[in-house]
Every structure is written in C-alpha cells, then in structure tokens.
C-alpha cells in the first residue's frame, strides 16, 4: 500500500487517549509541513502547515513531536490535538543554526539534541519547557547528517561527511573521530550500545568500546534501521528499493518497490511491520 506524498522523513508516534491509538506523522520536505495518517490505511487525519519536516523526534514524556526543517527552526507539535505549538531558533551570539537536521531524545526523553549540519553546531533543550540549555560549535564538524545517542545516555553518534564522531553528552566535545572511507549518511547503534553501523560506501560495522571498524557488509544505507532483536538491518538509500542484511550470515536481500526515491525508514512499535519514505509516497 502506497500513500502518494512528497515525503523526506516521518515517524510513528504513540499517542494515549482512551484506547491505544498509532499515529504516522509524515514530513513533506521542502515545504515543513507535516501529515498525520492513519498507519493502517495511509488514509491523511490532519495537515500541519509549517511544522519542519526533514528529521523527527518523538517525545513520549510529554506528548511532543520536535522536528527539524533543514532550517534555523525547531518546532514542536503536540500530539494530544496534532497542532504547531512552537517554533524554536536556538541560536544564541557564538552558535548559530541555520540548517538543523540531525535530531535525537536522551534515553529518558528529558534532553533534545539538535545539530546543524551546515554551521557544525550542536544544541540541547530541555523537553519540559523547551529552553536551550546548552550549546557548542563542533570543531571541524562541517555536514552533520544522523546521529544516534548511547543507551546510557553519555555518548553522540554523529555522521559528519566521511567521518564518525563520538561526542560526550557531559561536555559536549568531540572525544573520538573514526574515518569511514566514503561519504556517511546513515547510523545506527544495537539495544546494548556495543556496535554502531554507519553507511558510507558500503555500511561499516564499528565495536564501540575499541571504537574500530570490525567489519565491512556490501550494503547501502542513506537510512539505517536494526529490527527489534537487532539480527537485521535495514538500509535504504536515496533509490527505489531496500537492503535487508541478515547480520549472523551477511546475506543481503533487496526488496523493490513501485517508484519513489527513499528518504526514511522505521519500524511499527509492536516490530510487526516498517514504512518506508519516499519522494512518491509512504511504503
């Protein structure tokens, strides 16, 4: 089933009222703004004008969805009644955003983490009120894309053009660089924050602890996302189809679909199924 939508990112937001209820939020790039649809028929609940639309992040905690342009903006939808309720520049005299695009919650969801891919910035708000807590210009950190967080919470994961970097949640430094050979888009890291997987010319696979590149598996990944048990991952690139990698075997399968280039991947809560973005709808 294909939702015909312009779309670059999306994510599924689990919304509580009286009964359980799933809710797909759509990005439509280039023009922030944002659907709301049902992940069952694909059918559009709502249309939210203005509301960012490249990388998003799903505030359980406090029934929030913050979102990222590819602009100087952060904003931020409430899921009770899928309305902008803010907009957020978190420039301050020394760092400034102009691009924010890589977006990621702490493990409790009471920190956000907001990089700007073209200034090399990086910003942290507190989720209870949405105040810029703190703030850093990265050194030498120049086309942030992804970036995923350690379980524990002490540790950024940041693909920065042919680079990993490792950056302390604590002091917001730059505390190791691994090269990844290609220029990197995807990243993602396993449930026990042992091994990152980041996409460059192929996906490489890195021991977190040595920080080292153990291994090399023939696959793309502009998107990258590991299954519930973290045995397959997932990429799709910026092309018409998916590489599913079983990780005990290495095997990749490609999986096709109609028309559409992808621009995001993730997975049902429950991990019975995945939506994929593209340029031509929602698979």
Known sequence: MKRTLLTISFLLALFMANAQTYKLYA?????????????????????????????????????????TGGDEYISVISVVNDSLINTIDPSDTVNYSY?????????????????DEDTGALFVLNTANDSVIASTTLNDAYEMENMVISPDGLFLYIVDNDDVLKVSTTTLAIVATIAVNGDA?????????????SEAQDVVVIDVPSFSITDTIESAGYFLKLNASNSRLIGVSESSHADVTELSTGVVTMVDWQSGSARGIISHPDNSEYFIATTNGIY
């Open 185 to 197: 888009h995807g990243i993602d890291i396993s449930d026990d924050g042992l091994t990152l997987y």
């Open 99 to 115: 691009e924010l695009e890589p977006i990621v919650l702490s493990p409790g969801q009471t920190r956000l983490y907001v990089a």
């Open 27 to 67: 990005g439509q790039g280039y023009t922030s703004n944002v659907y709301v649809l049902d992940p069952i028929t694909l059918d559009t609940i709502k249309f939210i004008p203005g509301a960012g639309g490249y990388r998003m992040a799903h505030c359980e905690l406090y029934n929030k969805i913050y979102t």
